[in-house]
């Protein structure tokens, strides 16, 4: 089964970065695009950068210019970093990866635990 394991979350001050990564592992045969979301309490999750097979990238208008979304293709990780942090890009982080098992011919999507990421002072 396929598993995502984040790290990198924590409590930063306004203005100051934080490096989040994902690993995924377990029977994968390919990954397709490869994402970051974020949810706070009573609000939809809200899809934040995604970087595809191919390397492109996209992000909510909210982040760019700050976030960089990079990719490990050998190592199937990915990463978030966040720069110039806003208090309210205060939220659970979650990793997503658009997998193909070994032995399928479909994708899933598979979803990482979350790590809190709170901007404070």
């Known amino acids: 089964q396929v598993q995502l394991v984040e790290s990198g979350g924590g409590l930063v001050q306004p203005g100051g970065s934080l490096r989040l990564s994902c690993a995924a592992s377990g029977g994968i045969f390919s990954i397709n695009a490869m994402a970051w979301y974020r949810q706070v309490p009573g609000k939809e999750r809200e899809l934040v950068a995604t970087?595809?097979?191919?390397?492109?990238?996209n992000y909510v208008d909210s982040v760019k210019g700050r976030f960089t979304i990079s990719r490990d293709y050998a190592k199937n990780t990915v990463s978030l970093q966040m720069n110039s942090l806003k208090p309210e890009d205060t939220a659970v982080y979650y990793c997503n990866a658009n997998v193909r098992l070994r032995g399928y011919i479909s994708n899933a999507d598979y979803w990482g635990q979350g790590t809190q990421v709170t901007v404070s002072s």
């Open positions: 970087i595809t097979s191919g390397g492109t990238t």
